[in-house]
């Protein structure tokens, strides 16, 4: 069966643009105050719990959830505003995004409701981190190949075995997991993964870092020996966590930080040329904000649609698959054209070590939230191709 693809032409209403112009001015007092340099690439091993606590403190964390849940029940597009802001402002948002961004959606919808008043006021104030555990050693991104054990036991779960680039888990205080609970069936090897809360920082966990080329250590290694869960901590259906997966992965693929991860070389570049570029520069940077342009408005219209009670997972994907595309390609354009950039640019230095910073950090782009192969098979079978 083939899904319509629809990219509805959205604009941004005027309560969009009064939070922006107070997002700003918020972000302006942190830059101001020394809570992060504007100019710096984010690194994304950073942890800012005091940042995290005053986003949370102006009500945008859980922006969209029920006020029983300590939410601001906003609009997706609200919501789309201040994530583009933080992004293009290199702030620190590493504690709180995950948890706002997809592990609080997924609370809300399986989650039992001791559970959710317990956990998802906290992901408001912005007091915790959440990771997510798909990925697993041997299977890349195929997350059907998955292996770490849930066995069942007297009131829950014994897990065992491991997760692989799992962002943020020696910082995380919950990880929302995928485990096996049974084997897959010839007709369906979907069959078998169930979706579980895990409490980190526990017997039974060890987080190892790994080490990148950028210098950070974002990325874990997290091995479960004999760690219990409790039979509340599961979330939906038992072997049937692939469905929710799915619909997990339009949050997750469609926001503005799907594209402007390494934006800040472009900006550095349109201050180095001035004013007054010459043709070639010109021609450049206008063909990439044309691009950065027309991505935006795909991914706005997916959270309009995320407004409207949908789930866009093939648009979602799309949009994630051009996005992280563009922005890996992104510092090499740049760098070309910086190559005739004045050596007098008084910001000459500073786009240099940009560059080398995003040249480093581009080759994760296309691989984390989900290869752009496994994105194009997602909208292959969207379009009935496959």
Not at 87 to 98: D, E, G, I, M, Y
Request: with cysteine; proline share 5%; glycine share 8%.
């Amino acid at each position: 069966m083939t899904a319509a693809l629809r990219f509805d032409p959205i604009r941004l209403p005027a309560e969009c643009e009064q939070l922006r112009k107070e997002v700003r001015a918020f972000l302006a007092e942190e830059i101001a105050a020394g809570t992060f340099d504007p100019n710096k690439p984010n690194r994304e091993d950073t942890d800012a719990p005091e940042f995290s606590r005053r986003v949370g403190a102006k009500g945008w964390l859980g922006m969209t959830w029920p006020k029983k849940y300590g939410g601001q029940e906003r609009s997706f597009l609200e919501r789309y505003v201040v994530t583009e802001e933080m992004r293009v402002a290199n702030a620190p948002t590493r504690r709180f995004f995950v948890a706002d961004r997809q592990s609080g959606p997924v609370l809300l919808k399986y989650a039992p409701e001791h559970i959710k008043m317990d956990i998802l006021p906290r992901i408001c104030r912005g007091e915790l981190c959440f990771a997510i555990g798909m990925s697993e050693p041997n299977s890349g991104s195929d997350l059907f190949a998955a292996k770490t054990r849930a066995t069942k036991t007297d009131g829950g779960y014994l897990i065992n075995g491991s997760k692989i680039w799992t962002s943020s888990a020696h910082i995380a205080d919950y990880m929302i997991a995928i485990f096996r609970t049974s084997l897959p069936t010839k007709e369906n090897r979907r069959h078998g993964l169930t979706q579980f809360l895990v409490k980190m920082k526990q017997p039974g966990i060890e987080v190892n870092p790994i080490g990148q080329i950028t210098g950070q250590s974002e990325f874990n290694e997290v091995v479960f020996t004999d760690y219990f869960v409790p039979d509340d901590h599961v979330l939906g259906e038992i072997d049937g966590a692939w469905k929710q997966a799915t619909s997990e992965l339009a949050y997750e693929r469609s926001g503005p930080e799907r594209f402007l991860e390494t934006y800040y070389v472009l900006t550095e570049l349109v201050r180095a040329v001035g004013d007054k570029p010459d043709t070639r520069s010109a021609e450049g940077i206008g063909r990439l904000v044309a691009q950065l342009h027309t991505m935006r408005r795909m991914s706005v219209s997916v959270a309009g649609m995320l407004q409207a009670g949908k789930e866009p997972v093939v648009e979602a994907s799309i949009v994630k698959d051009i996005g992280t595309v563009w922005e890996q390609q992104l510092p090499h354009r740049v760098r070309d054209l910086a190559a005739f950039v004045e050596e007098t640019a008084s910001n000459r230095e500073t786009l240099e070590k940009q560059l080398e910073f995003a040249l480093r950090t581009a080759p994760k782009l296309t691989i984390q939230g989900g290869t752009t192969e496994v994105l194009r098979g997602i909208i292959a079978r969207g379009l009935g191709l496959r």
